[in-house]
């Protein structure tokens, strides 16, 4: 149910209406005696008396009319447990008719800063759901009005928190998206959109990809209908023209697995196949919403991975635009090559400080990190833990895996400089990686962030309710905001 948060004044004193309060560990009720009646107090401090402490959260019902939820607040409680309380009470406030609560804000004891805005933050995640192809439209709501005087939420700091929710939510609409309405034709003129943000849009057609060398990219899309798309989103959001911090995503808009085809089970999903590439779009709309004091450049290869006549073969030899040149040996090993085309690209025309990519690139990340943490690789010690604190903080966490130079043999070719699989198998997300940091020409610190496991989710998660997750725009603007503004 979407959920509508006003911010008001008045300090509400005693009312008939659904209440938040703020308790300790103890759930101790002292301090509540200003915002219920003595009758309310006394009831809910009986309950207490026979109930279980050790939660988060209790809801009292007083009446049919007014619930009183008590959230405890542990000490030294983490921004991250405070959107997962916030989460929380969205599960116990989603269902049945609108409905409308006050939370009270002067009822937070302790002093930590923007305390509301990481608890509404966590209450908006939860609250996502894509229901656009739903004949049945579910017009209910939940107001959500924040009271009192203490603990106010500045509006720069609002803006922040907004941003990020703006940018979370576009990048779950788009992973979310069938393959027949979100196909590279139509996501690249939604990208071109964005420059009404004021980010500056470049998109590169199959004529001017072709024209560039890319044949690695183009391989990949050749069998599709649609267009193959390489896009570019700068914001140039710093003072002065430092070098950008570039993000690079894969965008199969649908991985059919192309000749080397993919079994029906395994293909069904394969519509989230454009997650990496939706995490750097809706990171770049956060950082132009919100103003940031960076420069930053969003690069995406937008491809549809088909099944035609003129789709590429097992066994073809492309050269890409490293001028490299690669054996298909397994056209569902698409991925790395529109990262590959996509990562020099990068590298030579921005001269970035540094790359992050985001793929969901590998079956086997999954079967090594199922769905708790995504894997990492780099070639640069400093960048990798400053993404791993970052998402520790966000609860977008990271594992670091290993490269070697010993993998290499692995995708060496007999016809080419190089084959996109490991023919003798094992270590299948290493040698993907191993793969793509051979197409980095000028050592620019790089990480790539394989989300296989983390861009979708079927049971939802602590911030998410199931579906597409965003996995990635938080911990990337954690990254920003933590180094580099
Ligand atoms: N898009 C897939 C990887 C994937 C699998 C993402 C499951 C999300 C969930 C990728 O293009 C792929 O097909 N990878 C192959 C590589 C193999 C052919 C070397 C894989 O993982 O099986
Ligand atoms: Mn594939
Ligand atoms: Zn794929």
């Known amino acids: 149910m979407p959920i509508k948060v006003n911010f008001k004044n008045s300090a509400l004193k005693k009312t008939s209406a659904n209440l938040v309060l703020f308790v300790d560990e103890k759930f101790s009720t002292n301090s509540l005696r200003k915002y219920i009646s003595n009758s309310e107090l006394s009831y809910i401090s009986d309950l207490l008396k026979t109930t279980d402490l050790s939660k988060n959260l209790l809801v009292f019902e007083l009446s049919s009319k007014k619930k009183v939820v008590l959230v405890s607040i542990k000490k030294n409680i983490k921004n991250s447990e405070i959107e997962n309380l916030g989460a929380e009470l969205f599960g116990r406030i989603n269902y049945g008719k609108n409905s409308e609560y006050f939370i009270n804000s002067d009822s937070i004891a302790i002093n930590q800063k923007n305390f509301i805005g990481y608890f509404l933050h966590g209450l908006k995640l939860k609250s996502y759901e894509f229901k656009k192809y739903k004949s049945k ?38 992973v979310s998206e069938p393959g027949n309405v979100l196909h590279p034709d139509e996501y690249a003129k939604r990208l071109n959109s964005l420059k009404k943000f004021g980010l500056k849009v470049n998109i590169y057609n199959e004529k001017k990809l072709k024209k560039l060398g890319m044949n690695a990219l183009l391989g990949v899309g050749q069998g599709s209908i649609r267009g193959s798309y390489l896009v ?22 649908f991985d059919t697995g192309g000749y080397s085809l993919k079994p029906a089970k395994f293909m069904e999903d394969m519509t989230y196949d454009m997650a990496g590439s939706a995490v750097v779009v809706g990171l770049m709309k956060n950082l132009a919403l919100r103003k940031a004091k960076i420069n930053a450049v969003g690069v995406v290869g937008l491809v549809e991975n088909m099944v035609s006549g003129n789709a590429q073969r097992p066994g073809d030899i492309v050269k890409s635009y490293s001028g490299k040149t690669i054996e298909i040996l397994n056209t569902d090993a698409e991925g790395r090559l529109v990262l590959a085309d996509a990562l020099t690209f990068t590298e030579k025309k921005f001269k970035p400080k540094f790359m992050v990519d985001l793929a969901t690139l590998t079956g086997a990340i999954i079967v090594s990190l199922g769905s708790e943490y995504a894997g990492l690789f780099s070639n640069n010690d400093k960048l990798s833990k400053e993404l791993i604190n970052a998402g520790e903080k966000v609860q977008e966490k990271l594992w670091r895996m290993p490269l070697h130079k010993n993998y ?63 996995y990635g725009v938080r911990l990337l603007n954690q990254l920003i905001k933590d180094h580099y503004e």
């Open 232 to 253: 570019t989103i700068e914001w140039n959001g710093a003072r002065n023209n430092s070098k950008p911090l570039a993000f690079i995503g894969k965008g199969v808009c």
């Open 137 to 174: 439209k579910d017009s209910r709501i939940i107001n959500i009005n924040v009271i009192g005087n203490k603990n106010k939420l500045p509006p720069n700091e609002l803006l922040k928190f907004k941003a990020l929710e703006e940018g979370t939510f576009y990048t779950r609409d788009l």
């Open 408 to 470: 290499d043999k692995l995708i060496n070719s007999k016809n080419a400089d190089m084959q996109n699989i490991n023919y003798v198998g094992g270590a299948g997300s290493t040698t993907a990686a191993q793969f793509l940091q051979r197409f980095i020409l000028n050592n620019t610190p790089w990480a790539h962030l394989d989300i296989a496991g983390m861009a979708f989710s079927k049971y939802g998660g602590a911030l998410n309710s199931g579906g597409a997750t965003g």
